[in-house]
């Protein structure tokens, strides 16, 4: 079964620093991998999404994501960090055709952003 | 831009009671989602549905919950009789296709505002 791993829970950063945030998954096939942000007492927003092609992904709000095969990672990144980027990202997965588990979500466990003025 | 909305936000209810979770899909969306989030945990997979009938639930979803869409634009979770460990964030989400099917963008699942349910 598929599985994503976020290592870092929580992570804080200064304002204007960059940021990196982990995910790895399992899986066996093409994964289609997505990044949601859940802001406090919010439902969660799509940052990005890969399905194929280009494997540097661009999002909103100035986050970009790579996804490298070899090391089974997602990355997501920003080059300067803003106070109202702080939140709580979750990595998900989905699986493709010819899987036995279409329109399932697996999420990671989520990190927890904080952002230092 | 179209939004998934859920109502109520906060469902405060007694062990043992029903409740019925309202949601909203983006109108020309075909693919519906449930998900759950316990307090501290992962967001987890229920059930997804289509074509009024269950694609694929999680074994979380067992006989205690339901999943109808009773007229054309409402998608409803109801829980016929809740534990304490049914206290979470529920999410509902759409999707133009069924997620991973085709690979392209219409497979994205578009996410409501969640309702918090506290059973106590």
């Known amino acids: 079964a598929q599985s994503v791993t976020q290592p870092d829970i929580h992570i804080t950063v200064s304002e204007g620093a960059s940021l990196e945030l982990r995910c790895n998954y399992s899986?066996?096939?093409?994964?289609?991998l997505f990044w949601y942000v859940q802001s406090p007492g919010q439902g969660l927003q799509l940052l990005l999404k890969?399905?194929?092609?280009?494997?540097l992904v661009q999002g909103i709000k100035g986050f970009e994501a790579e996804f490298k095969r070899s090391q089974s990672s997602f990355n997501l990144r920003k080059p300067s960090v803003h106070w109202s980027d702080a939140a709580e990202y979750f990595c998900?997965?989905?699986?493709?055709?010819?899987?036995?588990?279409?329109?399932?979500?697996?999420f990671g466990q989520g990190t927890i952003l904080t952002v230092h003025p | 831009e179209p939004e998934v909305t859920q109502t109520p936000s906060h469902q405060v209810t007694q062990m043992g009671q029903e409740v019925i979770l309202r949601c909203v899909p983006i109108?020309?969306?075909?693919?519906f989602y449930w998900y759950r989030q316990i307090l501290g945990q992962k967001v987890e997979f229920l059930v997804s549905?289509?074509?009024?009938?269950?694609?694929?639930k999680s074994e979380i979803f067992d006989d205690q919950f339901s999943v109808e869409r009773p007229d054309g634009s409402n998608f409803t979770l109801k829980i016929r009789s809740t534990k304490l460990e049914d206290s979470a964030m529920y999410f509902c989400a759409s999707s133009e296709a069924l997620a991973g099917w085709t690979g392209s963008s219409t497979d994205t699942q578009y996410f409501g505002p969640g309702t918090r349910l506290t059973v106590l």
């Open positions: 998900a997965v989905v699986t493709n055709a010819g899987g036995t588990s279409y329109g399932k979500l697996t």
């Open positions: 899986y066996g096939a093409t994964p289609y």
């Open positions: 109108s020309n969306h075909l693919y």
């Open positions: 890969y399905f194929s092609g280009d494997t």
């Open positions: 549905f289509y074509n009024n009938e269950i694609s694929e």
